[in-house]
């Protein structure tokens, strides 16, 4: 008897021997129901395991095959062009730059330098490291690669004179820092580079004894020199500092070392759709391409075509249907007809079950995810296009704590450093004033009003209840508030050059009707036009 066996009898011979009352036994089974261990739970696991000993076991794996789905799976490819399109968008993250110039006053002057010069540094041309990539789609590459792969590797390079700012970028494979170098929390020596007593490398990232992480062992290419050999891989590596790596992923448990793909969870949901669709597919092909059959008769007298000496004497077996064809069975062989009726009446459930379990994983609305919009009401389009909305910011959020900010930050001092940040006269910004011209916020992607009369109209309420400002407002649009005010300062200058009186038009554009205030703005304009002409 095996040694689970053993203790199983012996379990059952200890609860013979111990009586348990009625009460102790009802409340015993009231337990968790599902920490019950019976027939029906044989397989599910009993005993909880850190998470880095699922991501060294399967990392690898999850990365080729996500690779692989969104290279061919439609629906995965268009789930990545939306995060991509949503968390980023067009524009991109807009820099608002806040330099103090004390308590409450910002100083303009050296806000609009460094807006100038970030919009210079984000260029494509100052971006030679990326293949003349521009920021924003360096931004999209970065959000695509963190779920596409699980986590994205941006190596600082800092001082490099690859631009007057003398900070770069540089996106890295993540598999370049393998999974496989490990000291196992053994420290010592690795083939030539000694980690300090109490640090341990897991899956290439060296962690300190409080576990936070110190180097990066990246595997080496050819034009690196100081190097270092893994006696378990064989390949050559170089450790990098920590403080000139950002390491993005998104945590999903505690002492988490590397990321996952975010699709993990569906991955094997689009492995069966796409194969039970191929499936059908070839089935139903099969049953439009079966057409006919000839057969001799019974006593041989049937036709059975002109004989040519070249011809073999065995004919090739049927295997295979072709559409429009007619072939000839051998005399004594007999067809047995394969009705496939596919696509059956279960593909569309089947497909549509599949879609809502992936865009659950995706935190994507399955009418997005699917491109299905029959039967849908607005009500639950709407609710559905909230729900995608909170994910969008999260994720807004999540790269603005964990990326923007910190490249930000690390630009503006090695700028500030190289004297390359100038006022429009050409003076560099000060160094010792970092503190206060380090404040800034970001501006994400914003949408369009999903129902625009209800929500403008809840808008103006709040605003009247002092509850929202107008700035507020203007954010919710993805655009600044500077930029509207000028903007709106510069259409009444032009009004007024005209001769339109812009007090009267701000009047009447306070009027509750869109359709009145388009007509009295055209109506000024014509009678503009027509005193001009007169």
């Known amino acids: 008897m095996s ?11 200890l609860k013979r021997l111990i009586p348990v009352s009625k009460k102790t036994a009802s409340r015993v089974a009231r337990k968790y129901a599902a920490a019950q261990m019976g027939r029906l739970q044989h397989g599910w696991i009993t005993q909880p395991a850190l ?23 439609g629906y995965y490819k268009g789930f990545l062009r939306d995060l991509q399109e949503n968390v980023v968008g067009a524009q991109g993250f807009q820099l608002i730059s806040r330099p103090m110039d004390s308590d409450t006053l910002v100083d303009v002057e050296a806000k609009n330098s460094i807006e100038r010069h970030w ?6 041309e100052s971006r030679p490291e990326l293949s003349g990539m521009g920021f924003n789609k360096f931004s999209k590459l970065v959000i695509r690669s963190a779920a596409q792969d699980g986590e994205v590797f ?3 390079r800092k001082g490099e004179r690859v631009n007057p700012y003398r900070y770069a970028l ?13 000291t196992e929390g053994t420290a010592g020596t690795v083939s030539g580079i000694n980690i300090a007593a109490g640090n341990v490398v897991r899956m290439g990232i060296e962690y300190d004894a409080n576990r936070f992480p110190v180097a990066y062992h990246v595997l080496a290419s050819e034009r690196d020199i100081e190097f270092f050999i893994s006696t378990t891989t064989g390949r050559k590596y170089i450790r990098v500092p920590s403080n000139e790596i950002i390491h993005l992923f998104l945590n999903d448990g505690v002492w988490q070392t590397r990321g996952v793909p975010w699709v993990h969870p569906a991955l094997l949901r689009f492995n069966r759709l796409d194969k039970y669709e191929e499936a059908e597919l070839i089935s139903a092909r099969g049953g439009a391409s079966k057409m006919g059959f000839i057969t001799d008769a019974d006593d041989g007298s049937g036709y059975t075509g002109d004989e040519d ?7 090739e077996l049927l295997e295979e249907f072709v559409p429009g064809m007619i072939g000839r069975l051998k005399q004594g062989q007999v067809f047995t007809s394969f009705d496939p009726d596919h696509p059956n009446a279960i593909y569309p459930d089947f497909v549509k079950t599949n879609l809502r379990g992936i865009a659950a994983a995706l935190g994507e609305s399955y009418n997005q995810l699917a491109q299905d919009l029959e039967g849908v009401s607005f009500g639950s389009l709407r609710q559905g296009a909230l729900s995608e909305r909170a994910v969008w910011m999260g994720l807004q959020n999540w790269l603005i704590e964990e990326m923007f900010d910190r490249i930000f930050t690390t630009w503006l001092e090695s700028g500030l450093q190289a004297e390359a940040i100038t006022n429009r006269n050409g003076q560099p910004l000060p160094f010792e004033k970092i503190e206060k011209i380090l404040e800034h916020e970001w501006q994400p992607r914003r949408w369009e009003w999903i129902d625009p009369l209800k929500d403008t109209s809840g808008d103006r309420i709040q ?9 507020e407002r203007i954010r919710k649009r993805g655009r600044q508030p500077i ?19 812009s007090a009267q038009v701000d009047a009447k554009l306070g009027s509750s009707s869109a359709d009145d205030r388009l007509t009295l703005l055209e109506s000024a304009v014509d009678d503009l036009t027509e005193t001009q002409d007169a």
């Open 309 to 315: 000496e070249d011809d073999a004497d065995e004919e």
């Open 51 to 73: 998470i880095d000993s699922d991501i060294r076991a399967g990392l690898t794996a999850l990365r080729a095959r996500s690779r692989e789905e969104a290279q061919n799976n």
């Open 170 to 182: 540089r996106v890295m494979e993540p598999s370049s820092i393998d999974v496989n170098v490990n």
């Open 483 to 501: 930029e509207v005010f000028q903007e709106i300062a510069s259409e009444r200058e032009i009004m007024d050059d005209l001769g339109i009186e």
């Open 3 to 13: 040694e689970r066996g053993l203790a199983v009898a012996f379990l059952n011979k």
């Open 154 to 156: 941006i190596w600082e």
């Open 119 to 124: 919009k210079i540094w984000i260029r494509k």
């Open 463 to 471: 605003q009247q209840d002092l509850t929202m400002s107008r700035s």
